[in-house]
């Protein structure tokens, strides 16, 4: 083959030109100051503001994470949805927004950000410092992944949970510590299997576990989001598998039809597991049912709150 020369068929304006063309103009003349030290800080003008504020800060910043766990894969990296707040008094106009992520970079430059209590305990308590503010908020949202294997099979695929961590540092009253799990399931009627000559409906099942940890979490060896996954799954007709050949199949079914569930069962069975745990104080289960021969969804929920048993 023979090289071929590409020639113009007309001739194009300048590059300079082309974006004049396009609406682009010189540059006006600066006349403000161009040093930090020299500019107008708004946000800090100090003057009654009327109102003081629940939470001002930044939402949806997209960064790598790295999230460690008990179940395989022991180490992944995910990408988190984070956000970022703390209390405003009203004699304050605004807050630095850029500290939230000037500080989020700090923590990244020194190595991968790690999804785990212990650095986002430090890293709220920072941000409250640096923002000169008595309370921040750090919340992580990301997805889980976990390995699951085929029960008769045993062959290995990839499942995951959407998880929430939040940490909020108060000054005067510590940390406030709060995590969710959403994690699908299987759910077979037990009322299609009580009243039908043969076989039963199922459908897909969507738990959501909320909740309230106390400090013992932070040296837990447990990995709480297996615990959680555990609470949500176990209690469940069936799990959810990745990879499924036909004696898989057989077994999950059979499983299925032999631990019919309602969600109003789901939701009280989960919530059983976590009114055990030590480390919950207070929990909220919530369960959603994509009905298979219905046009409605299912719902149930339930919230408890341990700590008012100590109150009575």
């Known amino acids: 083959m023979h090289d071929t020369k ?26 403000k100051p161009v040093e930090k030290n020299q500019m107008a800080d708004l ?12 939470a001002v800060g930044i939402a949806n910043v997209k960064h790598p994470i790295t999230v460690s766990s008990e179940l395989l ?3 992944q990296s995910s990408i988190a949805t984070i956000s970022f707040s703390t209390s405003l008094n009203k004699t304050s106009k605004g807050t630095n927004m850029s500290r939230f992520t000037e500080q989020l970079s700090s923590y990244y430059r020194q190595g991968a950000f790690e999804a785990e209590w212990q650095t986002l305990k430090r890293f709220a308590k920072e941000l409250a410092e640096r923002l000169d503010q008595q309370d921040a908020t750090i919340e992580l949202k990301f997805p ?6 085929g029960p008769q099979s045993d062959l ?17 009253n510590g940390y406030t510590l709060k995590a969710s799990l959403s994690a699908l399931i299987t759910t077979l009627c037990p009322c299609s299997k009580e009243i039908s000559e043969y076989s039963a409906h199922n459908q897909r099942g969507v738990v959501t576990i909320e909740i309230e940890l106390n400090e013992t979490i932070t040296s837990e060896e447990r990995d709480w ?52 745990m030590e480390m919950v104080e207070k929990f909220r289960v919530s369960c ?22 100590n109150q009575r």
């Open 225 to 276: 989001k297996a615990m959680l996954l555990e609470a949500a799954e176990s209690n469940a007709s069936a799990r959810i598998h990745p990879v499924l050949k036909r004696p898989d199949e057989k077994m999950v079914t059979e499983q299925a039809y032999e631990n019919p569930r309602f969600v109003e069962d789901m939701v009280r069975l989960v919530a059983a597991d976590l009114y055990e």
């Open 43 to 54: 946000q800090n003008t100090k003057k009654d503001f009327l109102f003081d504020l629940d």
């Open 156 to 172: 290995a695929g990839l499942n995951h949970t959407d998880i929430t961590m939040e940490v909020n540092y108060d000054a005067s």
């Open 288 to 309: 959603r049912n994509e009905e298979s021969i219905h046009m409605h969804d299912a719902i149930a929920s339930v919230t408890y709150d341990k700590r008012n048993e």
């Open 73 to 75: 894969p022991n180490k």
């Open 144 to 149: 889980w992944f976990f390995e699951r294997r």
């Open 6 to 31: 590409f020639i113009p068929l007309k001739k194009l304006p300048s590059k300079a030109e082309r974006h004049k063309l396009f609406g682009s103009v010189l540059p006006v003349p600066r006349t």
